[in-house]
Structure formats: C-alpha cells, structure tokens
C-alpha cells in the first residue's frame, strides 16, 4: 500500500459528541463513581502556619472515634521513594511529598490523612487533630521579594522551549528608537477549578494496584505513583473514564494519588480520596502571578525595532516551575531585535502548575495590550498595526510556518464584526449611560506534540476497535479519535469502537498542551494503515479475492475499497475478512504503531496556530460596570476534525479569556499567608449573564503537514490574547488602560 494522505475535509462534519448520551443521562461513571465493596474514606487534614515545622500532633481524639480506620501523619506514614518534580514521563506537580517529615512550607500543606468508613465520619475526625507548630516567617507576594528573583533554570512544559532567548541589539535599538514605550502589566493567581474536583480510588489486589483517577494522563499516574511506592510500573494500573474538566491541573500526579495507593494498602481495603473544592486550591496548582516589563521601540509608522519581553513569576520553595509567559512574543510579530527573559521568586506556597495556555494566556494578555498602546501612540488603527507587523516567518525558530492562515484570521473576523467602521479615538462611542468600546487582539498558540501510540483491530464483520490511553476530559476527544479511526478505515463512525484512559491500553502523553488530537489522532492513522495493510496482503495472496495476485504496492485504499492501480481488481476490506474469517483463517487483523514527533528544533518548519479576537464592550460611565457585548473570533488550527466540538473548544476558551479578563483572581492574604477565596462563591467565574453570543470560526488552513493528520490545536488557542482584547476594548470606551488582571470596577473608575 502507497503512503496515503489522510482524506478527511479540511474542516470535518458536526459530529455530536459520542460521551453525550451517557453524560447527560448520568450513566457516565466517572473515577470517584466507582462501586466497590469495603470502600474506605479519606481526608487530608491541611496546616494552619504557612512556614515552619510540626513541634507535635495529637491524634488520639481522632483515633478513638467510631469507625476511624486509620490516621497517617509523618510520624507513621510509610516511607516514599523520592521522585523530584520531573518522572521520566508523567510529572508529580510537586517535588514535596506530604507526610515525610515535620516541615511546613505553604498554607493548607497536608498534615495528616484520616481513614474512615465513611467521608462523614472522616472529616468529623479530622476536626479533631490537633497540630502544635513551630512557626517561622514566610513570605507569599512575589513582588514584595523581586531582589531575590532568579532566572528560571528551565520551562518544564511540553516542548522545553528556552527559558531566555535574544536576537539582534535590543537595547541599543531601543535607545535610538523614535517611539518608545515602557510598560507593565500584572496577572494574578488563578485556580483551574474543574467541575469534577479531584479524586481517586486506589484497589490493591495482590502486589497490583488499581488507580482510578480523574486524570489527564494515566502513564503519568502509573510512572509517579509506581515510583513513590518503588514498585514496577507493571504493578500500577491507571484508569480514567471520564473527567469532568481539568484544564492543566490534572496533567501533574499530586500526592493525594499516590496517597490513595498507600493508604489503601494501609488499611487493606479501596480507599477514595476526593479533595474538597477549597483542598483544590491548596493541592492541585494554581496559575503562578506574573509581572511583566515590556519595553517597546518603534519607528513612527508604528513598525517594530526593538521588542523586550521579561516575566516574573513565584514558585514553590522547592520547585522551579516556570510558565512560558513569553515564549509567544518570540514568533508573533516580525522584530529584528528582540529579548524575552523569565524569572522566578520562591514564595511559601504550593507548586503552580500549567493552566489553560499557560505562560501564552498571561503573556499575550500583556503583548496584545501594548501592541494596542503602540498603536494609539502612532495614531494607527491597531488591525492596521498588526498587518505592518506581519511575521512572514518564524523569526524565534528561523523557519517557515506550515502554514499560517493569520491574514485570512484577521480579515474575515475584522468583516464579520464590522471593525471597519470604529472610530479611532477612545471615547468616541456610546449608548445613553454606556461607553462603547471595541478591541482586538492576535492569538497565537504552539504546536505541541509528544509520542503516542495506538492499536487498531480489523474485525471480519466489518467493525473496528481501536484503543490509545488517551482522555475524555469533556473536549470530545473520544468523538475526534472515532472519527479520524472511521475515515481513514471507510467505516460508519458507529463500526468504530473506541477504547481509551487506561494503561493496558497504547501509550498516549498528557491530554494537555491542545496536543492530543495531532498526536493520538495520527497515532491511529498510522496503525490503521498498517492493519490496512495486512489485509492488502491477505487478499492478495488469496486465490478468491479479486485481488489475487496484485502487487500490494499498487493497491491504493478508497473508503473501504482497497483497489489495485490501473486495473480492476478491487474488494472491500470488511469483504476480504468475511470471507477469511469464514474460513476460520482469521480472527481479524490488529495493528500498532507509535506517532514520533519530530523534536522541534529537527522540524523544518515551525507550526502554530493563529487567529484573531475583535469584541465590543458597554462599560457603565457611573458604576464603572463592564460587559461584553459582542464576540468575532476567526482561527486557523489546521485540519480540524469535528466542526462541533472544535467549534465549543473555542467558544469555552474565548468564555475563559472573559472570565480571566473580568473576574478571576485567587487573592493572598500576606498576613496569614493564605488564599482567601477557596470556592465558587468568591473564586468568580463567568455565568451566562456576562457572556454575549460569541462568533467563533475556522477557517480553512492547508500546508505542508505538521503531522500524519495534518491538525494542529485547537483547545487553548481561543484563550490567547483573549483578555487583551477586552482590555483594549475597555480604553477605547474609556480612554482608562488596566494593566492589572482582573479589571474591576476599581479600576476603572479609580
Ligand atoms: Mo493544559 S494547561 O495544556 O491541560
């Protein structure tokens, strides 16, 4: 069989999702729905100080309650292997392992976990621990401790771009540079809060454990919680079902996991533990605050000479995690002189971990919000600045794109939204008590990818089963994997069965990093051709197939035809297996194959994708009040597979960028040392009432392929230069620029 292209339309049909019926029905189980008999309960009990050590702890009160199984505290808690922050593949989220020794590094660090009959009888326990403390003095506003900001040693996501990276003379083209611009800009601590908080139950049988886990990487479950325990990895087996949101913070395998497998073990019975949503704060990651410089020159037709890009964030006081907050001003705009930097201040509070575009979301946020400052500053439509701008290559890699539809972006969001007409001053709009404002924005997101492997069975009755360990974290990834199995094998979707989330499934990376359909999905292409394959050798050797005796190098696969070039034998696969199965010749044929990136300083070009925000904002001149009228967003992301759920990708990340423009924020309390807000309550997040119908598209992008499949990423993309968007809107109905997330009232009116 020639190498074959993958066929499907540039943008695929609206496939409802296939996980739709179980969901909203309820029949969905999800890792903390699990039945098992004899299941036991934790809960963690959290610290009280932000910083010293445990002097003593008391957990005879707790003990003598009825039906308490079991209280680990460091004192008794088993030994753990150390791991580090980075495994091999799969990461913990955080060096730190709780219940080794007596040291307290942040606010809510775990102390103690009771074990219990029931969840009631476990956090009534809890209450009873008492915890004596030697406290010392910690610090939690990274920007009190700028003197001991360090360059961050490495940005541990996937892709490992640099940390610093420069081109050209900056700072002396700066100095000459007629239009100069010196600007800072502030986001703070966010929490991904996903519906499904998290959880897990662990079963042991034997010297085996069964983890079941609200994850977005299951190999990453099995590797950290197999090398706390210094058991093969053989013995861990992850499974997730579904997840209910997760967002970043459930690429990372936090202690509670590994803590479910020890205290199952323990008490020799499953145990569940389920993190409360105020423990969610404290015990999953948070988007680390940044503070970033941007320094701007340009000549006076607003062309970029000289752009400085530098990143504060905090991290925890034994990790180095570190965002790539402004690895996408390296390749958005055409700029010969240019620095980005990233540094890092150790503050007592838990690791931060990767959130929804993380670094790309809060750095664009600032990028786009001085691209906009620099075009007032010139006195130039900010569309017309971009164009001006317009990077025709990559200049941070110094390649091509695959293919870049940013233009295209560009022209048919600013028509749709009919940006054509804004009047350029600010202030210039407005309805009665409303100032009007209309902003835009550039996105920009990387091509992420990681090795992944999939196997692919042919059955004779004509159906497919096709496995990789990927997730179903509400995207609709399960939905796009069965598509792209049914296209590239002529099936009906519903001859496709998918099976995914477990790791006595095919290796799969993270379902992070807007990866996994490029990935997973070219995973699968290539094992359905190879099974394809297979049968192009069966039928050929088989004196009842119309393809006897075909050069299987010339037999080309259309639908299900397989059809021998320039002449006319031809059969269906499902055919060929039939008959062979009939025969008891076969069962059917399987197949595997692993998609192995290229790394990417071995690509030849470079991929991301683009596109472009324009939204409308009313702000209340008296109350200062802000709300968002009107969304046009246009995105090129390569092949997209389902026009729906891709459609809701994009539509649920430009409600993200509303709510991270608007309402997110963890506050810190630097007195106690503490997040303030722990809940939906007072964590806010967008309703319905704050978001406008959002027309968001794809349009279609063609080039050389970034992969098997030729898609990209879709899920984070919608996210980036989201928040500038409104930010700019907001001065041009008020000429009041907010350089401080979230934008508030206060602000505003301030
Ligand atoms: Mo996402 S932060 O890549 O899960």
Known sequence: MPDRPFTAPLIGPPLNRLDGHA???????YATDQVFENLAHGVFVESSITAGRIRSIDIAPAQAVAGVLAILTHENAPRLQQVGQQGQSGRPGQSHMVLQDERIFHAGQYV?????ESIDVAEYAATLIR???QPEVHQVLFEDHLDQAYEAPRIPLIGTPPVTSERGDPDTIYGRAPVRLDLTYRTPVQHHVPLEAHGTTAVWNGDEVTIHDSTQHVYGVRSVVAKYLGIPEDN????STFTGGAFGSKGSSWPHITFAAVAARQVGRPVRIWLSRRQSFVGAGHRAPTLQQIRIGADRDGRLLSLVHEATAHTSPYDEFCDAIAVTTRTLYSCPNLRTAHRL???????????????????LFALESAMDELAHAVDLDPLELRLRNYAKTDEDEGKAYTSKALLACYGAAAERFGWSARPRQPRSLRDSRWLIGQGMASAVYPG???????????LPDGRAEVASATHELGTGGWTAMTMIAAETLGLPVDKVTFRYGDTHLPNAPVSAGSQSVACVGSAIKLAADKALAQVIALAVADPSSSLYQADPATVEV?????????????????VILTRLGSRGAIEGVEANATYQPPKPDERPNSAHAFGAHFCEVRVAEDTGEVQVSRWTAGFGCGRIINAKTAHSQLIGAIVWGIGMALHEETSLDPHLGRFMNRDLAEYLVPVSADIPLIDAFFVEEDGPAVDPIGAKNVGEIGICGAAAAIANAVYHATGKRVRDLPIRIESILG
């Open 448 to 458: 992420k990818q990681s090795p992944a492997s999939a196997r692919v069975r042919l």
């Open 131 to 133: 915890v004596a403390y």
């Open 236 to 239: 861990v087996r992850a499974i």
């Open 558 to 574: 259309r639908g299900a035809d397989l059809i021998a070039r320039g002449s006319t034998q031809k059969e269906a696969w499902p």
């Open 112 to 116: 103690a976990l009771v074990l219990a």
């Open 23 to 29: 969901k909203v029905t309820g029949s969905a189980r």
């Open 345 to 363: 201040v150790k503050v007592n509070i838990n690791t931060p971990t990767a959130m929804r575009a993380p670094g790309e979301a809060p750095g």
